[in-house]
């Protein structure tokens, strides 16, 4: 397992505001991975991201919005740009600490957005 | 569009009974099968990972697995209160890194 620190907790933003949240693992790790879980709904993949090269968005997902930095084996952020009520949600960072070989997830604890 | 789809419930099973929750899977390559489990307000958990058909069993967690199908099970065996939550169902490609979750379905035990 891994134990995963995702800062901050929960925000209340400004619409037009940029948030950056951070996910902090206890482990090296080759892939963090940003989902997003809208109220009431499931997990959506933003991207995964790899140190030392750009991150991999999913569909509907852009990186001028969601700018990733994954600067070492330990540590990533999520920005969250040009808020705007939609963006209310909870965003989750998740590891596969065992480098893909099982494809079990651990998440930290999410940051809950709420944007006014 | 690969999807995974369960049923929302709620699903609500007395204390003591069995649970049972289903996932159907759309990508016929899918190799890697997870159960979590997510408290309100909480993050997800892993509970259960399947790879091969047939059954798995870990405590009171019995997951099963049938690929010709394409369907995935989790059975709760002597519920209890504290197993209410919300279960997602998650598929995983063979050495791909992308899961995706089922919108998950809501269970109640009643004491």
């Known amino acids: 397992s891994a134990v995963i620190s995702q800062k901050p907790s929960r925000d209340i933003c400004q619409r037009g505001t940029s948030l950056t949240i951070q996910c902090q693992v206890d482990s090296q790790v080759t892939m963090m991975f940003w989902y997003r879980q809208q109220p009431g709904q499931s997990l959506t993949l933003i991207a995964t991201a790899n140190q030392g090269s750009e991150a991999t968005y999913e569909s509907g997902f852009v990186i001028d919005k969601f700018p990733i930095s994954r600067p070492n084996l330990t540590f990533s952020t999520l920005t969250v740009s040009n808020m705007s009520p939609e963006d209310s949600s909870i965003y989750l960072c998740?590891?596969?600490?065992?480098?893909?070989?099982?494809?079990?997830?651990?998440f930290g604890e999410g940051s809950r957005l709420t944007v006014l | 569009q690969k999807e995974v789809e369960q049923n929302s419930g709620p699903l609500s099973v007395p204390e003591g009974a069995i649970a049972s929750l289903n996932c159907t899977y759309s990508d016929r390559v899918s190799q890697s099968f997870f159960w979590y489990r997510q408290y309100s307000g909480k993050s997800p958990e892993l509970i259960m990972s399947i790879y091969s058909n047939g059954d798995k069993e870990d405590g009171r967690f019995t997951a099963q697995l049938n690929k010709a199908s394409q369907y995935v099970s989790l059975l709760i065996r002597d519920s209890q209160p504290s197993d209410s939550a919300t279960y997602l169902c998650a598929v995983n490609e063979d050495g791909g890194f992308k899961t995706i979750f089922g919108a998950g379905t809501r269970l109640f035990v009643k004491a």
């Open positions: 998740s590891v596969e600490p065992r480098g893909g070989a099982t494809g079990e997830l651990f």
